[in-house]
């Protein structure tokens, strides 16, 4: 229940994210962020905001854990729409968790794979990657690796 322990606290945040994804390109574009994440429910959930400086939005994460499925169900938000996205569900196994669902992307039908690694460093990281072809294959176009601020 307690696998984002970890992530409480502030952070510093170098992205990189692919400019546009599922075509090809290979542009990724660098930009900084700041996050804080506080905890919820003893562990069983916690609340993190980042703020996008450079691009002149805010998102936030709300992680619940589900105690009878023993899973991680994660909401994203983002201060562009105020919309509450479904959420990318999943577990850890060790120090990585990795976490599925299904979104649209540029309107049409995609699945979305979300990893957390090195989270028992002192440099976890997070990416996102989208499967256009019902989770064959798949595109890496967000990374996030975070720093104690």
Known sequence: ?????????SWTVTNRRLAEPLTGSDDWAVFPGTSTCQSLFEGGGNLDEIVFPTLGFRGCTLRLF????????LY?????NGLLQPPI????DG???DFYGDDTYEG??????YAWTGTTTATPRWQ????????RTWETNWVMEFARA
């Open 89 to 92: 569900v999943g577990t850890f």
């Open 128 to 135: 996102q990657a989208f499967s256009a072809d019902d989770g």
């Open 76 to 80: 994203w938000a983002s201060s562009r």
């Open 95 to 97: 120090d990585r968790g």
């Open 108 to 113: 049409a039908p995609i699945k979305v794979h």
């Open 66 to 73: 589900d105690v009878e499925r023993e899973e991680w169900s």
């Open 1 to 9: 229940m307690n696998d984002f322990d970890f992530f409480i606290g």
